[in-house]
C-alpha cells in the first residue's frame, strides 16, 4: 500500500496551489482519507479529512474557507484545493488513509514541501 503525494512548491502569499495524493495497492473508496501538515519547528497538525465517499468534509479551522478537500474514488487519488496561502501555511503535507483516531491513520504519504512566500 502505498500514498504518493505531490504538487507542492513556491508560491507567493494569495496564491494557489493544488495537491494530490495517488493512493496504489488497494482501494480506499471505501475510508475517509485526510491532510496533515508540519510547519518547521512545529508539530503535526490536522488540515482536512473527507469520507469514503466525500459526502463529509471536515477542516482546521485554520485553513476553513480557504482550502478545499476532495477525492475522485474511480482514480483512487485525493485533492486539497488551497487557495488565499499564507506564510503560515508553509509546511510539509502529509496525505493519509483509513484512520483509527483523528490523528492517526493507518497509511502515511511520504510529504510534499509547500512554500508560501510573503
Known amino acids: 500500500v502505498q500514498l504518493q503525494a505531490s504538487g507542492g512548491g513556491l508560491v507567493q502569499a494569495g496564491g494557489s496551489l493544488r495537491l494530490s495524493c495517488a493512493a496504489s495497492?488497494?482501494?480506499?473508496?471505501?475510508?475517509?482519507m485526510g491532510w496533515f501538515r508540519r510547519a518547521p519547528g512545529k508539530e503535526r497538525e490536522f488540515v482536512a479529512a473527507?469520507?469514503?465517499?466525500?459526502?463529509?468534509?471536515v477542516y482546521a479551522d485554520s485553513v476553513k474557507g480557504r482550502f478545499t478537500v476532495s477525492r475522485d474514488n474511480a482514480k483512487n487519488t485525493l485533492y486539497l484545493q488551497m487557495n488565499s496561502l499564507k506564510p503560515e501555511d508553509t509546511a510539509v503535507y502529509y496525505c493519509?488513509?483509513?484512520?483509527?483516531?483523528?490523528?492517526?491513520?493507518?497509511?502515511w504519504g511520504q510529504g510534499t514541501l509547500v512554500t508560501v512566500s510573503s
Open positions: 473527507i469520507s469514503g465517499s466525500g459526502g463529509t468534509t
Open positions: 493519509a488513509a483509513d484512520p483509527k483516531t483523528i490523528s492517526t491513520y493507518s497509511y
Open positions: 495497492g488497494r482501494t480506499f473508496s471505501s475510508v475517509t
